[in-house]
């Protein structure tokens, strides 16, 4: 029951009452990464079908090494738009929709693919040699993504499957249009020759992209001073697990790498994007309470970039911080930029919200950088030739 209390009351410490009313809570439907409540994203909850899983199911597909076509044809085969028989007849074209390979069974996607008998031998083989996951009871969407996820016996067999699924149509259509010239007589031969073929090329072809990549320039990565006249507010999160214990951090510094203040937090129990945000946010507040007038934020997230850069992204899940941040962005009486800059340039803000980790409740600024960070100060203004900020005990708090 401790345990259960304290949690909550964690989570609970991620959020802020917002005093004006124009920044009020709106609703959010977890269902749908929309936030909008639809019927279809309810029913789906309620078969235990997460709709979230699915997006992310999409991604899986698309990141899978393998040729495009394969991945397209997967995409068609989960959407049930192949023109099986059993669609032809549906669709009026065809008044017969048997399969015409074993002649029992009506041809839908799920029984070319995995049910047939030819195909459910072509499986049974790769899975006596640990690949796959033959689940006959499964359904065809889950039986998919079990073995497009399946990577314990073999890395290249999410790969492999969407070769294998390719090639059973193909020898099905062989069938249907009298080609059967594209239907080798050892199969299990054939699968295994073309995936090696296929795998050789895919690793080729990074290689390639490898070598290219080395033959590139390397950058020194550093924090850059503002042009004169500018303050830098870097922030960032660092989490204990995405949602977990969270942390969040900035450091505003002007022109010669002089430190104006920082600021620490502990965020209770929240996602690491939440906390991103509300860094940003609190990094803003502190500017404005200062009376700076020229504000230049650099955090190492693309993504929390162009949220706030391009107002007509959106982000339902936390809608309301975005929207706060931007009328605070476009408030008259300063002015703000804000930028990506690489991890490596953002040392100081990532030490500070790991020290805000470690924070019971409530927010920490100082004038002054604490011995804890002054090691990742100290590399940062060397990296950029301030050597005059490593000699200022002003500048360093020493």
């Known amino acids: ?143 998919f993504w079990q073995n497009l996820s399946d990577t314990k016996h073999e890395e290249s067999w999410p790969t492999m499957f969407l070769i294998i699924l390719w090639y059973l149509w193909k020898w099905r259509n062989g069938v249907y249009f009298a080609r059967y010239a594209l239907i080798p007589s050892d199969k299990i031969g054939f699968l295994r020759a073309k995936c090696k073929e296929i795998l050789q090329a895919l690793c080729h072809e990074a290689q390639q992209d490898r070598s290219s990549e080395s033959a590139r320039q390397e950058t020194l990565i550093h924090w850059d001073p503002p042009p004169t006249g500018w303050m830098v507010l870097n922030t960032d999160s660092a989490s204990k697990g995405n949602p977990g214990a969270v942390g969040s951090g900035g450091v505003l510094r002007g022109d010669k790498g002089e430190w104006i203040c920082d600021f620490r937090k502990s965020m209770g129990n929240c996602s690491a994007m939440k906390s991103e945000i509300k860094a940003i946010l609190r990094g803003l507040w502190i500017a404005k309470d200062k009376d700076i007038k020229r504000v230049w934020v650099q955090v190492d997230s693309s993504t929390l970039v162009g949220l706030l850069k391009d107002d007509s992204t959106y982000c339902a899940e936390h809608a309301s911080i975005i929207r706060q941040c931007r009328d605070l962005i476009h408030q008259e009486g300063w002015e703000v930029r804000i930028s990506h800059c690489y991890r490596e340039a953002n040392k100081v803000a990532d030490a500070l919200a790991n020290m805000g980790c470690n924070f019971t409740s409530g927010v920490a600024i100082y004038d002054f950088p604490l011995p804890e960070i002054r090691e990742d100060l100290l590399i940062v203004l060397g990296s950029v030739g301030l050597e005059g900020c490593l000699n200022n005990k002003i500048l360093l708090g020493l």
């Not at 749908?32 to 899983?53: H, P, Q």
């Not at 995995?114 to 996951?133: D, E, M, N, V, Y």
Request: proline residues 4%; glycine residues 4%.
């Open 1 to 143: 029951m401790g345990n259960e209390f304290y949690a909550i009351s964690k989570w609970i410490a991620s959020f802020e009452l917002a005093s004006d009313n124009k920044f009020r809570d709106l609703p959010f439907w977890r269902g749908l990464s929309s936030g909008r409540f639809t019927l279809k994203s309810a029913l789906l909850i309620i078969r235990n079908e997460d709709v979230l899983d699915k997006e992310a199911h999409w991604l899986q597909l698309w990141r899978i090494k393998a040729p495009q076509k394969m991945k397209v044809f997967a995409w068609l085969a989960l959407q049930d738009s192949l023109m099986t028989n059993l669609n032809r007849t549906r669709r009026g074209f065809t008044d017969n929709p048997f399969c015409a390979i074993c002649v029992t069974d009506y041809e839908d996607v799920d029984h070319v693919l995995r049910t047939c008998p030819r195909a459910t031998a072509i499986w049974r083989h790769f899975a006596s040699a640990k690949l796959g996951q033959p689940r006959p009871n499964a359904d065809f969407s889950r039986w």
